[in-house]
């Protein structure tokens, strides 16, 4: 990106451990990122001409880098986010380079022409394929959460079908998406084919008018935003938006699991994940046993700035409006009749932290039951049985996961079979993020679209309809002009000989 394209002000991305400067970055107007769009629109069609191989080995290539350069990745990953080191590693890095493998492999067979004979009685003998093209240029929104995960995540599978790809990072944390772009260019992909366009929410806005397909992961109030953006130009995208996933423990469940996957899935990246668990529902009769097993496992979490490998389970708040948000959210609840079992505070002194905390006496008048928190709390609700806990999971505006342990899989899958929820993972959570074979996606205003699976990879292209007649066919059908009263009847005729059964 040259350095005219830099429209002020530019941005300082600051460490939410220590709120030291890392670094600034550029934020560009409407007219930078339309020459970036420009530029993407060149370079296109020679790297689709590259086919599936091509791209996939540029792709492989950075899958390589990625593990070569693990310690830079995840150190840039962590400055800017304040995560823990194995966040880093596992969840962004692991991620992402599962993803390049997936997709390099995958790709082709998931956007194959497909072609097949009709059958349908009137068409009979038409041959079809059905193709995909990449649509041109991709527009990536991505949030601050997983910098990498998320915005370079659903890069992967736009740039393996043959687009360019235009990326929006979170204001909060571009430095992962630059070292991205400096890591492709290195690995061989074209110049123009990715850039990264920084800035806040305005060049995020600047890029859903330039661009042939908009995925955008972020909150719902944004996404809503991004939508109606995209409806003025009838661009179409898909949404990734926030989540509130429970999760269901019954009688009969593995406690000692069921207590652990709580704790990590609740707390992983300082509870900063769209599927990370933002509430409990146990039944009664097992409440006590858990929440005793949760609140030990909680008060054991320790928390401040990551200094490497194994130095704290809880990182930092990236954004210092979440971190307002997530105390708003336990003071409405203490206001509304809850307890603070463990935790409960933002931590004193330097950086953005708040303690692992676990809310009882929960209910849904409170908003730390019914909006996400994003942050490092867990409420748990005893419940009289699985009936109240589905109704419980599907009173909510959002519905992106939930997680169910039961006496027995089947029983678990029952229950999953009930909620109003894009995925269900039984005796373990959230976990369907990292199989991506799958479609991920949010029901209810938790997103529109998928992620992964055919279909997360289809929605980067238009499909196009061949049908080919037979060459020597008759040089009139009975259905063409001029319409006659012989050929009214046979059409009936055709018609209740085919269908009137
Ligand atoms: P935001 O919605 O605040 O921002 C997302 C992105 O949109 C950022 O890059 C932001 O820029 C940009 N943006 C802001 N305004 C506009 C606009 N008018 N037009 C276009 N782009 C705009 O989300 P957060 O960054 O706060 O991320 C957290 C949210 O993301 C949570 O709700 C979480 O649940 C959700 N999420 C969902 C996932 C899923 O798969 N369903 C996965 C991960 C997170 P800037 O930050 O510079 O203002």
Same mark, same amino acid.
């Given at each position: 990106?040259?350095?005219?394209?830099?429209?002020?002000?530019?941005?300082?991305?600051?460490?939410?451990?220590?709120?030291?400067?890392?670094?600034?970055?550029?934020?560009?107007?409407?007219?930078?990122?339309?020459?970036?769009?420009?530029?993407? /629109?060149? #370079?296109?069609?020679?790297?689709?001409?590259?086919?599936?191989?091509?791209?996939?080995?540029?792709?492989?290539?950075?899958?390589?880098?990625?593990?070569?350069?693990?310690? /830079?990745?995840?150190?840039?990953?962590?400055?800017?986010?304040?995560?823990?080191?194995?966040?880093?590693?596992?969840?962004?890095?692991?991620?992402?380079?599962?993803?390049?493998?997936?997709?390099?492999?995958?790709?082709?067979?998931?956007?194959?022409?497909?072609?097949?004979?009709?059958?349908?009685?009137?068409?009979?003998?038409?041959?079809?394929?059905? /193709?995909?093209?990449?649509?041109?240029?991709?527009?990536?929104?991505?949030?601050?959460?997983?910098?990498?995960?998320?915005?370079?995540?659903?890069?992967?599978?736009?740039?393996?079908?043959?687009?360019?790809?235009?990326?929006?990072?979170?204001?909060?944390?571009?430095?992962?998406?630059?070292?991205?772009?400096?890591?492709?260019?290195?690995?061989?992909?074209?110049?123009?084919?990715?850039?990264?366009?920084?800035?806040?929410?305005?060049?995020?806005?600047?890029?859903?008018?330039?661009?042939?397909?908009?995925?955008?992961?972020?909150?719902?109030?944004?996404?809503?935003?991004?939508?109606?953006?995209? #409806?003025?130009?009838?661009?179409?995208?898909?949404?990734?938006?926030?989540?509130?996933?429970?999760?269901?423990?019954?009688?009969?469940?593995?406690?000692?699991?069921?207590?652990?996957?709580?704790?990590?899935?609740?707390?992983?990246?300082?509870?900063?994940?769209?599927?990370?668990?933002?509430?409990?529902?146990?039944?009664?009769?097992?409440?006590?046993?858990?929440?005793?097993?949760?609140?030990?496992?909680?008060?054991?979490?320790?928390?401040?700035?990551?200094?490497?490998?194994?130095?704290?389970?809880?990182?930092?708040?990236?954004?210092?409006?979440?971190?307002?948000?997530?105390?708003?959210?336990?003071?409405?609840?203490?206001?509304?009749?809850?307890?603070?079992?463990?935790?409960?505070?933002?931590?004193?002194?330097?950086? /953005?932290?708040?303690?692992?905390?676990?809310?009882?006496?929960?209910?849904?008048?409170?908003?730390?039951?019914?909006?996400?928190?994003?942050?490092?709390?867990?409420?748990?609700?005893?419940?009289?049985?699985?009936?109240?806990?589905?109704?419980?999971?599907?009173?909510?505006?959002?519905?992106?996961?939930?997680?169910?342990?039961?006496?027995?899989?089947?029983?678990?899958?029952?229950?999953?079979?009930?909620?109003?929820?894009?995925?269900?993972?039984?005796?373990?959570?959230?976990?369907?993020?990292?199989?991506?074979?799958?479609?991920?996606?949010?029901?209810?205003?938790?997103?529109?679209?998928?992620?992964?699976?055919?279909?997360?990879?289809?929605?980067?292209?238009?499909?196009?309809?061949?049908?080919?007649?037979?060459?020597?066919?008759?040089?009139?059908?009975?259905?063409?002009?001029?319409?006659?009263?012989?050929?009214?009847?046979?059409?009936?005729?055709?018609?209740?000989?085919?269908?009137?059964?």
């Amino acid at each position: 990106m040259a350095p005219s394209e830099a429209v002020a002000p530019a941005i300082e991305v600051r460490s939410p451990a220590d709120g030291r400067l890392i670094a600034t970055v550029p934020s560009l107007d409407a007219t930078a990122v339309a020459a970036l769009a420009a530029r993407g /629109r060149e #370079a296109q069609p020679a790297w689709a001409g590259l086919g599936f191989e091509g791209r996939a080995k540029v792709l492989s290539a950075m899958q390589r880098w990625l593990l070569e350069n693990a310690e /830079r990745v995840i150190e840039t990953i962590a400055s800017e986010t304040g995560k823990t080191y194995e966040d880093a590693q596992l969840l962004e890095l692991g991620y992402t380079v599962s993803a390049l493998s997936f997709w390099s492999r995958r790709a082709a067979g998931y956007l194959a022409d497909r072609r097949s004979v009709v059958r349908a009685p009137l068409l009979a003998g038409r041959r079809v394929i059905t /193709r995909h093209s990449p649509r041109g240029l991709v527009g990536v929104i991505g949030p601050w959460n997983y910098p990498l995960l998320n915005s370079f995540g659903d890069a992967i599978p736009a740039l393996m079908a043959g687009n360019s790809v235009l990326l929006k990072p979170s204001e909060l944390t571009p430095l992962t998406s630059l070292l991205v772009a400096e890591a492709l260019r290195e690995c061989g992909l074209p110049e123009g084919v990715f850039a990264v366009a920084t800035g806040a929410g305005e060049t995020g806005a600047a890029l859903i008018a330039v661009v042939d397909f908009v995925m955008f992961t972020g909150s719902t109030a944004t996404g809503r935003r991004v939508a109606a953006a995209a #409806a003025a130009s009838l661009t179409p995208f898909a949404l990734e938006l926030g989540g509130k996933d429970a999760l269901i423990v019954l009688e009969g469940a593995p406690l000692e699991r069921a207590a652990n996957v709580a704790a990590y899935y609740g707390m992983i990246n300082a509870g900063q994940s769209c599927v990370s668990i933002e509430r409990v529902y146990a039944q009664a009769s097992i409440y006590d046993e858990l929440l005793e097993k949760i609140v030990a496992k909680v008060t054991a979490l320790r928390v401040g700035a990551p200094a490497g490998p194994a130095s704290v389970e809880v990182g930092a708040i990236t954004s210092a409006a979440q971190l307002e948000l997530i105390e708003a959210h336990i003071a409405d609840a203490l206001a509304k009749g809850a307890r603070v079992a463990v935790g409960g505070h933002r931590r004193p002194g330097e950086g /953005r932290f708040f303690e692992p905390t676990v809310l009882v006496d929960v209910d849904h008048g409170m908003r730390c039951m019914m909006e996400e928190t994003f942050g490092p709390t867990l409420p748990v609700m005893a419940v009289a049985d699985a009936d109240e806990a589905v109704a419980l999971v599907n009173d909510s505006p959002l519905g992106l996961g939930a997680a169910v342990f039961a006496a027995d899989s089947e029983r678990g899958e029952a229950i999953a079979r009930r909620l109003d929820v894009g995925a269900v993972c039984v005796n373990d959570a959230a976990v369907n993020y990292f199989v991506l074979q799958a479609p991920m996606g949010g029901h209810k205003q938790s997103g529109i679209g998928v992620r992964h699976g055919a279909e997360g990879i289809r929605k980067y292209c238009s499909s196009q309809t061949i049908v080919i007649s037979p060459r020597l066919m008759l040089r009139r059908e009975p259905q063409f002009y001029p319409y006659t009263r012989g050929s009214a009847k046979l059409v009936r005729r055709l018609l209740n000989t085919l269908y009137r059964r």
